[in-house]
């Protein structure tokens, strides 16, 4: 028998955010369907099956990608094939743990070379930076970026599912003002801030646009000061994305957070075009000041 799950449904039973869920779809694993009456977004026996095989996949910190091929084949031998290429990235990540283990063990010797005299941070620093630069890299380190000052057209919505309905009616704004090809697109939560699945928050959506360029309602205008921002570029874990960016720079020695200003998510339109991927990339932006 046909059954059907809302949005909200779904999110509750199996831990998602409806963010994760419309992400997913955005990506080609599934479709999803509206309920008539309510207007959500509802997932047919197909659609769950996708959910449940990616929800378990990426739990396993399987890449999208190849979810995507497990999901196409729906066979046991594409499922075992992507298992096998993660059990041989764990072993190539434990090789590499290995060797930032023989880093640290060549910094502690030069440490017990140095057990008598005076304590000097100058040298110890210098050496173990050089013991490590010559071979470590993050390749998910946040970068430093100053934004200038931004007149922007911004629109919020509260609600359970509040992203499609803040950006939808902006976007179709700009398409029809010629703005959609030179306007950069940012996000963010807003008051009430999420707290679990099922319950509304508020999201707002901006765009910059010209001085000239008059802002109809429903929309509002303000002014984005600009400033300096901790950038990360976000994977489809969201929520995990923020929370590497925030930990990064909590361990920064140069910058910490400003809390005067609003943190951003900037949607970045990428070269795919529509049904074959996401049609946006997420850069989260966390306003920063130097310690």
């Not at 931004?150 to 599912?161: G, L, P, Q």
């Not at 765009?207 to 600009?226: D, H, Y």
């Amino acid at each position: 028998m046909n059954r059907s799950v809302a949005i909200q449904e779904m999110s509750e039973q199996l831990g998602l955010t409806s963010r994760t869920l419309r992400h997913w779809e955005a990506e080609g694993l599934f479709q999803s369907g509206r309920d008539d009456s309510s207007g959500w977004r509802v997932y047919d026996e197909h659609a769950l099956a996708s959910i449940r095989i990616m929800a378990v996949l990426r739990k396993m910190d399987i890449p999208i990608k190849e979810i995507k091929s497990v999901i196409s084949a729906n066979s046991v031998a594409g499922l075992s094939k992507v298992i096998v290429n993660k059990v041989n990235s764990i072993k190539k990540q434990r090789e590499e743990i290995g060797g930032v283990e023989r880093q640290l063990n060549r910094v502690l010797e030069y440490l017990e070379r140095q057990n008598e005299g005076k304590l000097d941070l100058d040298d110890i620093l210098t050496e173990t930076e050089a013991v490590f630069m010559s071979s470590l890299t993050e390749p998910h380190v946040f970068k430093i970026i100053d934004l200038p000052p931004m007149r922007v057209a911004f629109h919020i919505v509260v609600d359970v599912s509040p992203e499609d309905k803040a950006m939808g009616p902006l976007m179709d704004w700009l398409k029809s003002a010629n703005l959609l090809g030179t306007a950069r697109l940012f996000g963010g939560n807003m008051k009430p801030m999420p707290s679990s699945a099922g319950k509304p928050y508020g999201y707002g959506m901006c765009a910059t646009i010209p001085e000239a360029v008059v802002v109809p309602e429903p929309f509002k205008e303000m002014q984005l000061p600009g400033g300096l921002y901790a950038m990360l570029g976000s994977s489809d874990d969201i929520g995990g994305s923020w929370k590497s960016l925030m930990n990064q720079l909590s361990q920064s020695r140069k910058y910490r957070s400003d809390r005067g200003r609003l943190c951003l998510e900037e949607h970045i339109r990428n070269d795919h075009p529509e049904g074959s991927g996401n049609l946006y990339d997420l850069n989260l932006l966390e306003p920063v000041k130097a310690k």
